[in-house]
């Protein structure tokens, strides 16, 4: 388990908190604003998106996709540079029959997706994406829906695969 150390302080009447993040071998501080002194349940905190949506193919998006980079915004991506030290969504099937999996650090998820969106059964997020060609490849950024949008209710950022060929 990864413990990421933090102060308090206050200023003008307001409690920050100063959290040490090490992510990828850099570390960096968040500021968080107290905003309430109730605690909230998981299912409180949390944004669900709807996962109940019908399957409709794209023959574009189907087959293997293989991680290339993970950015903030669809701009920040150029290929041959990498953002990040590790990339931990690995890969993604598009299965024709609606089904997708996904390998995050050695493990397969299982998941659904529909034109437009790949459908996270187990957070109940619904993660938009598209392709873009640039230079002659195909490039899909999806967004990734983890913890820090699905109950901090930040703006998510996308990883970047390309077309594996067999």
């Not at 200023?11 to 002194?37: C, H, N, Q, W």
């Not at 998006?61 to 991680?67: D, I, L």
């Not at 701009?75 to 029959?97: A, I, Q, T, Y």
């Given at each position: 388990?990864?413990?990421?150390?933090?102060?308090?302080?206050?200023?003008?009447?307001?409690?920050?908190?100063?959290?040490?993040?090490?992510?990828?071998?850099?570390?960096?501080?968040?500021?968080?604003k107290?905003?309430?002194?109730?605690?909230?349940?998981?299912?409180?905190?949390?944004?669900?998106?709807?996962?109940?949506?019908?399957?409709?193919?794209?023959?574009?998006?189907?087959?293997?996709?293989?991680?290339?980079?993970?950015?903030?915004?669809?701009?920040?991506?150029?290929?041959?540079?990498?953002?990040?030290?590790?990339?931990?969504?690995?890969?993604?099937?598009?299965?024709?029959?609606?089904?997708?999996?996904?390998?995050?650090?050695?493990e397969?998820?299982?998941?659904?997706?529909?034109?437009?969106?790949?459908?996270d059964?187990?957070?109940?997020?619904?993660?938009?994406?598209?392709?873009?060609?640039?230079?002659?490849?195909?490039?899909l950024?999806?967004?990734?829906?983890?913890?820090?949008?699905?109950?901090?209710?930040?703006?998510?950022?996308?990883?970047?695969?390309?077309?594996?060929?067999?």
């Amino acid at each position: 388990m990864i413990r990421n150390p933090y102060t308090l302080d206050s200023m003008d009447g307001d409690l920050y908190m100063f959290l040490e993040i090490r992510a990828d071998g850099k570390p960096y501080t968040k500021v968080l604003k107290k905003v309430s002194g109730r605690s909230y349940t998981i299912q409180e905190l949390r944004k669900a998106d709807d996962i109940d949506r019908p399957f409709l193919p794209d023959r574009e998006v189907m087959g293997s996709w293989k991680t290339v980079d993970f950015v903030s915004q669809a701009d920040d991506f150029s290929p041959g540079k990498s953002h990040v030290e590790k990339l931990w969504l690995e890969r993604v099937d598009f299965c024709p029959d609606g089904t997708a999996v996904r390998r995050y650090d050695g493990e397969d998820w299982n998941d659904r997706w529909t034109k437009g969106c790949l459908l996270d059964l187990k957070k109940s997020a619904a993660s938009a994406y598209f392709i873009r060609r640039i230079d002659g490849r195909e490039y899909l950024f999806l967004e990734w829906k983890m913890g820090n949008v699905v109950y901090g209710g930040l703006k998510p950022e996308l990883y970047v695969f390309e077309r594996l060929r067999f």
